[in-house]
């Protein structure tokens, strides 16, 4: 029997995410590895020497557990950060060099499109249409689409903010109110912008909310109060914008040593958890629901299923 394994690599700004399934969509494997890629890149625009040896570090890892699992198709993408760094291109070069794993620099449209495709596997099916937002280490993405197998991209934008660049930029690191309103003015003007553009009233009713990434799988867990944070249980959460500010406004009252002891929050995540919050809450605020649903389904959610599908097409 021939084995027929499909691997999906995203690499974000924060983490490097592996997905391993087989012809059927079980998976096999799935980790995120945290490279803090853009960690230390505001100031110059360029990845650290300490950051691509992360990075390098963690294709080295994943490209062993691709050959362990005999995988002879996939798609690995790179995101904002190589998007934005002056050495992006040489990062890229580098992990081919090294590992035999070839990255493409996918720009934010294809980013959109590829978490839409992932998060829309955790739509109801009610909703006629679904916006989509996916808030990463460097840019969020927000897109209004039908709700179906193909679904149709309406419209989108890819806000050139994350929680860790948006984090260096604004100095929020720890909470700091003029710094909040700093940072959510910025937010706001894109979500206002794309609101008006996709005629977003026109849809919201027929239409659901879906964010994906870390930051809503992690506030879900903070507002369930679990004792630890397990992403495979938020996902598909649904839960209140309401509750989501009580969340946030928590985590804005911790302490930098109560983030850092938080297993919902972590080490890697203490640093950049203020910065994700508020771009967060200025998105959901702006586009004016009453609910989410959380998904870690995402863009390699979307890549995986995409293989599969071109594989039975051939």
Known sequence: ??????????????????????????????NSISTRLGEGMYANMRFTPEAVERGIKAFKEYA???????????????????????????????????????????????????????????????AKYAVVYDLGGGSTEITLATNETSPKILHTVSIPW?????????????????????????IKKYTDDFVMKAHLTEYKSQSCLLATSSTPLRLVALAEKWENYDRFKADGKSISLAKLNETIQEVYAMTPEERLKSSCIGANRAPIIVAACTIFKTIYDGLGFNELTASLKSAQDGMIKELIDNAKAD
């Open 162 to 186: 994350g929680g860790r660049n948006a984090a260096e930029a604004f100095e929020l690191e720890n909470y700091n109110p003029e710094q909040e309103k700093r940072l959510t003015a910025e």
């Open 1 to 30: 029997m021939i084995i027929k394994n499909y691997a999906a690599i995203d690499l974000g700004t924060n983490s490097c995410r592996l997905m391993i399934t087989n012809q059927t969509g079980e998976c096999l494997y799935r």
């Open 64 to 126: 062993g557990v691709i050959k362990k699992y005999e995988v002879k198709t996939y798609r690995a993408i790179a995101t904002a950060s190589c998007r934005m760094a002056e050495n992006g291109a040489d990062f890229v070069k580098e992990v081919e060099e090294q590992t035999g794993i070839k990255l493409e620099v996918i720009d934010g449209r294809e980013e959109a499109r590829l978490n839409l495709k992932g998060a829309l596997l955790n739509a109801p099916r009610a």
